[in-house]
């Protein structure tokens, strides 16, 4: 198969391959709209004035919304018929703030019922805001 | 943050040993009950009916299209079975709010990392009990002075029993000034 393609089986998954990337624009709204449908309603996702009073640049993008990103670059790639999310360690590495953040990984290992990912999130300077490794299985 | 501490978190993200075993905490994170005199926060026990409209917009909110999240096109998702998206547990994760205790001074926190493991999807029309457990704290200098690292566990078991996910939730708190740094 083509690097990059979405995936037919699990069997096509192998080591070296890159995710297609994903590339996404996190808004206020979008914040607004996670905290209602999530429940979150922490005041560093809203209260600008108290997170610029604190020296931060901005509210800051919930870090379960931004790795959410995360998995949809995975299950584009690997669609849920196919691969189930078996397990996943994620790191928020620095705030995010609203904006431009492209999501990618890489398969750094992989067999016939097991495939670890090693997943990013970058923001628009190119710092890495957020990593993960993540186990995906066969679906069967 | 410091170099030195986004190379620890990185080092500490790759570790290559995510739990491959599901043999282990999911019978151990029952909270006492009945004759145990253990004080438990009420919020640190969270029941939620997944309900399927909730996990629908739960789904969009998170740019999710596929049809198995959604449903299909026109559908009000009533009639399929919604399955959760992958970080849906995250909804399910309040009771932490009664596990963690940031120190009074400290006037900002943050989350900083989780650990999930799944054992069985979620389905709209299930009944989610979330148990909230402490995992600890740790006192650190950071790059933005005196740290309080916090880990709590939520452990998901369904209507039938059954585990479904386990969530270790890592926050850290601290005092930060004008510029965002510590107050040390």
Redesign the interface.
Known sequence: MIEGQTLDGFAQIAQGMNLPPLEVTITRADLVRYAGAADDYVAQHWDQPMMLAAGFEDVVVHGWLGFAHMCRCVTNWAAPTVATIDSYRVRYLRPLYPGRVTCGGIVEEASADKARLALWAQNIAGDKVTIADLVLRPVS | ?TDRD?AD??R?????S???SKSGSASSTALPTGGNHVDIDPRMVVIRYVEAG?LR??A?????T?P??IGADGSDGKAERL?A???YV??LC?GLAGVFKPHPEH????????????YE?IYAGDTITAKAESRGLEHKIGSRGPTIVERGLVTLTNQYGRTVATVEVEMRSFS??????GND
């Open positions: 943050m986004e978190l990185e500490a993200a790759h570790i290559k995510l739990p491959d909730a917009k739960f969009r909110a998170t740019g999710e596929n198995m999240f399955m998206p992958p970080t995250a909804t309040e006037n900002m926190f943050l989350h900083t990392a989780d650990t999930v493991v799944n999807p930060t000034d004008a510029t965002g740094r």
